[in-house]
């Protein structure tokens, strides 16, 4: 028989698939190097049936911690790791610091049971049909976790607080918060209600472009400068296309590439009418 993904990774994989089709997929993998095979791992095929109990799934692209939040509450899940933290059935999940070489930051791990009937479970993941919740959308505080919480550290990051973007409201967030409701005259209880959110929107609203360089009027590409350029270097992010600014350079260049293979796009470089209309900007040209 030959070594095959367990079928409840593969509902798994399908699920991540169809919620993000134009994900990255370079650091995906499911069967074991060598490096794997020479130790004890869910990576290599089982000696009874040669399923492959362990998937990788690439980060980019994808909500992470979404998917952690479903793999845990799976009754085929054993332990998922994700950027240094492991959550583990024989510790009911609770997350837990990850000590092994791999710091698990590009992609993240899924592992399931042996059993057979949980290792052939057809039962959904629960991932494709995920409501995501919206920055807004409830109160954050010390201990949340989620999309919301990811929206917030890259709105706190545009001010220069270099905050990881992982989800999860942490220590870190908590004093960030704080300090900018210090800073604000807000209401100092490291909360993110109404009146501090707004005071965030208002403080990273970028400045309203100039005439000839609002978003959607023109195709830019390398060499070309503006607010519009701007504004796709800041809707891609910084770790794509660079630091903010308004040149569009060899950094933004590899930005929209990127971007536009996640998108199903030819990847050219080039933000025409199709480029500009997948970000949501109205086309006027």
Known sequence: MSAHLAPTLRVLREE???R???RDRSSDGWIGDAAHQARSSDHNPDGDDRSVNAIDVDVDGIDPLLVVRHCITHPSCQYVIYNRV???RVRSFAPARYTGTNPHNKHLHVSVSHQ????ESQRPWGIATAT????????????CQGSDVRELQTLANRLGARLT?????GARTTAWVRSFQRARSLTVDGLVGPATLATLRKATAPPPPQPGRVPGSRTVRRGSTGDDVAFVK?????RRCGPPGVDFDERTDAGVRWYQRMRGLTDDGIVGRLTWAQMGVRVTY
Not at 132 to 143: E, H, I, S, Y
């Open 234 to 238: 800041r809707f891609i992010g910084t």
């Open 132 to 143: 995501v919740t919206r920055l807004g959308d409830r109160v954050l505080r010390a201990g």
């Open 116 to 119: 057979r009937a949980l290792e």
């Open 16 to 18: 991540i698939n169809t």
């Open 20 to 22: 993000w089709p134009h």
């Open 165 to 169: 973007v992982d989800g999860a409201f």
């Open 86 to 88: 492991i959550w583990s």
